[in-house]
């Protein structure tokens, strides 16, 4: 037993290795996670403290899956935890634009946590209001921050109000959001989209390089019981408390009759740890701002074209294709095997 825990910690460290020395000769990807921690939150943020591939510059929080407030504690306990203080933890919006904020401890425990309980934070608050943050980072590093948004966009959207001359000088967007097989908290939309469809509707209209990796390839990314037997072979504080987090996603998981929890924040940071995680095809996608019961719902145009419809006397008909431009490179597949072990080597021993 021993003599295969060895080994499998030699091949942790070789993956290490090689990613280091990837990362040493492209440099880093420099992001901010914009987030509303939330149990999956702290594990796509645990995975990108422990990933070489990334430079964090900031975490921004948004009011989602917990109140802003406890965001804000959560995401100072995490960094805390990493011994992390260099990164600015900045508060950003305590409620959406227009809608009224939906928060889900059923699915991340009371504390947002699983109610896997963390020592106070060490690291202290940004003062700035998250979407300052966001813009002064994204002027101070032109053409090289990456966002990657995994709550409700709406930081992201007033960030791009208060200064549109941000969009150009994105890097990209990769974003958990959406999906293009149905919804998680109505039929038809996702949670975070459909905590704030307004700032969404901002966001993927915005002209940036976007990638949306949605419920299609996140649901079908799980973290499954045995996984978790997996980690819990390896000790460590981070690694601990990723076990105690997972152990309540995954019961939850199981109690609703699923074979394992959806990785759906990790999955966007994987996807921008290493690319080839997803495949995505360019789509046009719309938020739906209206329907009664579509409201919040990506709506994407596999086909990118649309019927022509002319008016005939008392009736349309269709004369032709309109071509329709993709603003969205969306997932539709995901490696879920091999980013399953990329976090749990990542995370192992820590
Ligand atoms: O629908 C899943 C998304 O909503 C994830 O970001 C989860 O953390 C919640 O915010
Ligand atoms: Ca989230």
């Not at 509303?36 to 594990?43: L, N, S, Y």
């Not at 994987?270 to 579509?294: H, K, P």
Request: proline share 6%.
């Amino acid at each position: 037993m021993k003599s295969k825990l060895r080994c499998a910690l030699w091949i942790v460290c070789l993956q290490l290795f090689v990613a280091a020395a990837c990362v040493a000769a492209q440099g880093a990807r420099q992001i901010i996670i914009d987030t509303d921690p939330g149990a999956d939150d702290a594990m796509a943020i645990l995975l990108a403290l422990n990933s070489p591939e990334l430079d964090v510059k900031a975490l921004t929080v948004v009011a989602g899956n917990v109140v802003v407030d406890r965001g804000v504690e959560n995401a100072l306990k995490l960094v805390s935890l990493a011994h992390r203080c260099d990164i600015p933890v900045a508060r950003g919006a305590g409620h959406p634009l227009v809608a009224t904020l939906t928060t889900a401890e059923f699915f991340h425990g009371k504390n947002g946590l699983g109610d896997v309980e963390l020592p106070a934070p060490a690291c202290r608050p940004d003062t700035r209001f998250a979407p300052d943050l966001i813009i002064q980072t994204v002027h101070a590093h032109p053409h090289e921050i990456t966002l990657v948004p995994i709550g409700p966009l709406t930081n992201i959207a007033l960030a791009i109000s208060k200064d549109p001359s941000i969009v150009p000088l994105v890097k990209e967007v990769v974003l958990m959001g959406g999906g293009i097989s149905g919804g998680n908290i109505t039929a038809a939309a996702e949670a975070n989209i459909h905590n704030d469809p307004e700032a969404a509707h901002r966001v993927f209209e915005a002209g940036w390089p976007l990638t949306m990796v949605g419920l299609n390839v996140t649901e079908k990314t799980l973290f499954t019981p045995a996984d978790l037997k997996r980690l819990a072979q390896t000790r460590g504080l981070e690694n601990d408390f990723a076990v105690g987090v997972l152990h309540f996603m995954v019961n939850r998981a199981e109690n609703l009759g699923g074979e394992g929890t959806p990785m759906h924040d990790p999955l966007a940071v994987g996807a921008a740890i290493d690319r080839s995680l997803i495949t995505t095809q360019d789509m046009r996608v719309d938020i739906e701002l209206r329907g009664e019961y579509t409201r919040g719902e990506t709506v994407a145009d596999r086909h990118n074209s649309t019927d022509q419809r002319v008016r005939r006397g008392d009736r349309y008909a269709v004369e032709g294709i309109q071509r329709v431009e993709p603003n969205v490179h969306v997932a539709v597949s995901s490696d879920a095997p091999r980013f399953i072990d990329m976090f749990i080597s990542r995370i192992a021993g820590k």
